[in-house]
Nanobody, 115 residues
Framework: QVQLVQSGGGLVQPGGSLRLSCVVSGSIFSIRAMAWYRQAPGKQRELAATIISGGGTNYADSVKGRFTISRDNVKKTVYLQMNSLKPEDTAVYYC?????????WGKGTLVTVSS
């Protein structure tokens, strides 16, 4: 059974930094694109950042230059380094991965940016 286990998140002041991690476990033959989505209160889930198996990345305009997505294929882990956080970054963050030709989600972790 494939699982995505997230860690990180919490409360941070504006301008601060946090790092999210997401570890993939289970019977894994291939991992393709991995991504971080977020859902702010009262809003739809949106894509924040994507990284493909070769390392290419893509970011939403709202996080570009502040967030960095990376992956460790040996550890089967995807990271999201979030810097210069703003109150509008407050959301539940979900990791997502294409594994064995199926789409999997983590359970989500809350990031709150507030003074």
């Amino acid at each position: 059974q494939v699982q995505l286990v997230q860690s990180g998140g919490g409360l941070v002041q504006p301008g601060g930094s946090l790092r999210l991690s997401c570890v993939v476990s289970g019977s894994i033959f291939s991992i393709r694109a991995m991504a971080w989505y977020r859902q702010a209160p009262g809003k739809q889930r949106e894509l924040a950042a994507t990284i493909i198996s070769g390392g290419g990345t893509n970011y939403a305009d709202s996080v570009k230059g502040r967030f960095t997505i990376s992956r460790d294929n040996v550890k089967k882990t995807v990271y999201l380094q979030m810097n210069s956080l703003k109150p509008e970054d407050t959301a539940v963050y979900y990791c997502n991965a294409g594994i064995n030709a199926m789409n999997y989600w983590g359970k989500g972790t809350l990031v709150t940016v507030s003074s």
